[in-house]
């Protein structure tokens, strides 16, 4: 007879996030090909940026231990267009902005089958506050790059959604 081994041992759920990282991360980068290619070429600030969405859910989903996947397949994509330490800094607040998004769901006890007001209004809070968060990093690293952002500023936050 065969020892049987525990289904969630410390090794599969470390598997469970490198591949949910490795999996994220390519979403996210192709995501944000498609919504770049969609940028206005002045500003390089796309209308819209769904990879945000997916990371949320994912990371809401299966464990926030998968950002690295966002951060890389942030990063991967912020490469192309910003100097390196840009694209960092970039890419560090769209892995924080949605991070933060997930730890309010969670403090709210979010229940994405729920349909009343509470799941409503932390949803609505989360993203909120988390893109807001997103779009303001952005708009920083932009400044510090010496790119154009005064007229930005109200624009870049409104086409991330708040």
Known sequence: MSPTV???????????????????????????????SLASDANKIAYIWPPT????????????????????GALACELAIFPWWV????????TAGPLFAVALLRRAKFDASAAGRRALYALLLAGG????????????????????TADLAPCGWRLTGV
């Open 6 to 36: 525990p289904a969630n041992t410390a090794g599969s759920r470390l598997l469970r996030y490198a591949v949910g990282s490795v999996l994220l991360g390519a979403a996210y980068y192709l995501g944000a090909l498609a919504a770049l």
């Open 53 to 72: 969405g997916v990371a949320v859910a994912v990371l809401f989903r299966i464990s926030p231990w998968c950002w690295p996947g966002v951060f890389v």
């Open 87 to 94: 694209a960092v800094g970039i890419a560090s607040g769209n």
């Open 129 to 148: 506050v988390g893109m807001t968060l997103t779009a303001t990093n952005a708009l920083v690293w932009r400044a510090a790059a010496g790119l154009p």
